[in-house]
């Protein structure tokens, strides 16, 4: 069965993340939602349906069986209806279309259970909880955690803490009371490190020395994180290995935040936030009281940088000086508060070569495809 992701016509709704990646690749809970598709339905072969330079990386096929709205994240209820769907039928919630079987549309079905669904790109932390504690049960099911060490503190019911093999805690004080905490497969907190869940660590990330993280917070796949950490969303490769506050926060692959980089996710007037929109290429009123940083892939900024509520940054951009930069750094900018230039994309490209090449990954043709079409 092929199973095809759809945008949704969402694609600018979430950049910058998904300046760089389908709706279906976007991260929160434990999993990116093709991966949780993949578990769910291991049968089915993934694809595509987004914006067309994103393809060179991302697969798609003209022969779907399903498409999905990739908005929607799964869970084992909606994977059995989805299995369930005749050919001509099309999946409702309320408005909202969430998926068809075939090409031709005869029938409207209504889905009746509870579902999340993305509508702006910061419901990626604040439905964070609700997804990984879902995720943490799809995970877990039927499985044995690996024994967590004596040196640690647990708070709450330990059987909420689940370590994959090659996980190591030690020393670390881990509570539960407020929702699972879950550890990847070779991924480490370090000594003195203070969790609350609900909390997801994934494979190979690291959590340093006496890190405070309140949930719900995800740290993605070979992320190193620091500080003190607030519902935050790594995607995945992307550091923040020192002191600083961060919270209410999503931040792409392939990023680092300097030691001492701080970022308000509240105004000093209590007030909702405006936040810049690619859809309308205009800061625009949001309804929501707390946000922090978002920052698209490949984005770097230097020691003691300060970001101001709800800053947007774009991809490849390197930020750094004294006092706040703008509210919206486009992608490719390099600067800070008195002024950008354009990044040479060969400058850029040279940069996240170097970075990935520390950790063993290529720049691939696709990556390459997307930084030339993003430069433009």
């Not at 990739?70 to 039928?89: S, W």
């Not at 609700?130 to 995720?135: I, P, Q, R």
Request: aromatic share 10%.
């Amino acid at each position: 069965m092929n199973l095809v992701l759809s945008d949704a016509g969402k694609h600018l709704k979430f950049a910058p993340l998904t300046l760089t990646r389908p709706v279906g690749n976007l991260r929160m809970g434990i999993l990116t939602n093709d991966e949780r598709w993949k578990l769910l339905l291991p049968q089915a072969s993934i694809f595509y349906d987004t914006e067309d330079y994103l393809s060179f990386k991302f697969e798609e096929t003209s022969k779907a069986d399903v498409t999905i709205n990739a908005t929607v994240i799964p869970d084992e209820k909606f994977a059995a209806v989805i299995l369930a769907l005749k050919d001509g039928e099309e999946l409702f919630f309320g408005e909202t279309w969430l998926a068809k079987k075939g090409l031709d549309i005869l029938t409207k079905v209504d889905y009746s259970d509870s579902i999340v669904i993305l509508e702006n790109r910061w419901d990626i932390f604040e439905k964070n909880g609700l997804v990984l504690n879902s995720d943490f049960d799809l995970l877990t099911k039927n499985r044995h955690s690996q024994k967590l060490s004596s040196s640690n503190t647990v708070i709450g019911n330990p059987d909420f803490i689940f370590l994959e093999e090659g996980a190591k805690v030690e020393a670390a004080i881990l509570n539960t009371t407020s929702g699972p905490i879950y550890i990847g497969k070779n991924a480490e907190i370090m000594e003195g490190s203070i969790i609350r869940g609900p909390f997801a660590l994934c494979e190979e990330g690291g959590i340093k020395m006496g890190a405070k993280i309140y949930g719900p917070t995800t740290i993605g796949p070979h992320c190193k994180v620091g500080g003190e950490v607030s519902n935050v969303i790594f995607q995945a490769y992307s550091n923040k290995g020192h002191d600083g506050f961060l919270g209410n926060s999503v931040i792409g692959e392939w990023c680092n935040l300097g030691a001492d980089t701080n970022s308000s996710n509240l105004k000093n007037n209590y007030s909702k936030v405006n936040a810049y929109s690619y859809e309308s290429d205009a800061l625009e009123k949001t309804d929501v009281q707390f946000m922090g940083l978002i920052m698209g892939d490949h984005s770097k900024c230097g020691i003691n940088t300060m970001f101001n509520t709800a800053t947007v940054v774009g991809v490849s951009a390197n930020i750094y000086g004294g006092d706040f930069p703008p509210k919206h750094i486009p992608s490719f900018s390099w600067g800070g508060s008195d002024g950008f230039v354009k990044f040479e994309l060969a400058k850029a490209i040279q940069a996240s070569k170097a970075m990935m090449g520390r950790r063993g990954v290529e720049f691939t043709e696709g990556d390459l495809k997307i930084f030339e079409y993003l430069s433009e």
